[in-house]
């Protein structure tokens, strides 16, 4: 099976737990990733449909990670966030996917520009994601893994994390009249 098979270029999903500026350990034991938690719509079939075909495929290429044949039980990336994330209410009417990786993914906006600006893609903005499945077998957990490989923006959301925006906190003080030049350095 090729990795095409096992690639999926999402509809468009909402970022959460977005770290793709730095990588960051997971645990103790892991070593740095990048990652993001991809807030899927459950009436983006289309999408769903594309994962859960290239989870099969993922699936046959781990035969010989699994031992000669697909375990009855392993670990799935596609989760249903009314069940999984109950208590949060940004999950609700959603499935979602951690996806994470060793190296930086491309991060471009949707005119293709690539984004250096780590202001403008953060938790709770929205866009594309192409992702790759993948079979692992590590210390008795066996499963399908999904990969991050790059990210599209392609529009604003409310941040989330509680964090507001410092425009919004001090729209009441900021100071739009120009002709105030008052050199303040003395």
């Not at 209410?89 to 994470?100: E, L, Q, V």
Request: proline share 4%.
């Amino acid at each position: 099976m090729t990795n095409q098979e096992t690639k999926v270029i999402t509809g468009e999903v909402r970022f959460s737990y977005l770290n793709v500026w730095e990588p960051k350990k997971i645990d103790d034991d892991s070593e740095p990733k990048y990652s993001v938690s991809l807030l899927i719509p459950k009436s983006d079939t289309a999408t769903i449909k594309a994962i859960n075909k290239a989870v099969e495929a993922a699936k046959q290429n781990g035969i010989t990670k699994f031992g000669g044949k697909i375990p009855a039980k392993l670990k799935l990336p596609l989760r249903d966030g009314d069940e999984d994330r109950e208590d949060d209410p940004i999950y609700a009417g959603h499935y979602f996917i951690n996806a994470t990786c060793k190296t930086q993914p491309g991060l471009v906006y949707k005119n293709g520009q690539r984004i250096i600006d780590s202001t403008e893609l953060y938790s709770g903005c929205y866009g594309r994601a192409s992702v790759t499945f993948y079979a692992f077998n590590t210390s008795g957990n066996r499963g399908i893994a999904c990969g991050l490989n790059n990210l599209m923006k392609t529009r604003d959301g409310e941040p989330l994390g509680g964090r507001s925006k410092a425009e919004d906190d001090f729209a009441d003080y900021i100071d739009t009249d120009d002709d105030d030049d008052e050199d303040f350095l003395g």
